[in-house]
């Protein structure tokens, strides 16, 4: 996961076709000069090496509903399915992430 210069990378998830992380990572945001996209890629880590699976580049301003960020509250997270992206036309792609985001 990447926001601006910060890159924060989540744990191998081992001998899984449908991994889960539930894993949270925060990032300090300046609202005088917001990132423009959040990326996530998502490699799989084999015998053979890793195989790039898929990324997602989430336009910041998709955090916001109204001009209002969404807020870091349990009840009021916002869950989202996202089809996994492809880095070149060359990349063979299927899956998507589910992302709990807020602020």
């Known amino acids: ?4 210069n910060k890159k924060k990378t989540t744990k191998v998830i081992p001998k899984s076709l449908s ?3 539930d894993t949270t990572f925060e990032f300090k945001i300046n609202m005088k ?8 890629v998502c490699w799989d880590n ?6 790039f699976m898929g990324q997602l580049n989430l336009s910041f301003r998709e955090l916001f509903i109204d ?3 969404l807020l870091f509250d349990p009840s009021q997270k916002r869950t989202i399915w996202y089809p996994l992206e492809k880095k070149s036309s060359k990349d063979v792609v299927s899956g998507e ?7």
């Open 33 to 40: 000069n917001p990132p423009k996209f959040l990326q996530v």
């Open 19 to 21: 991994p889960t992380w």
């Open 67 to 69: 001009g209002v960020p």
């Open 1 to 4: 996961v990447k926001l601006q």
């Open 46 to 51: 084999d015998f053979f090496g890793r195989d």
């Open 97 to 103: 992430i589910e992302l709990n985001m807020g602020f």
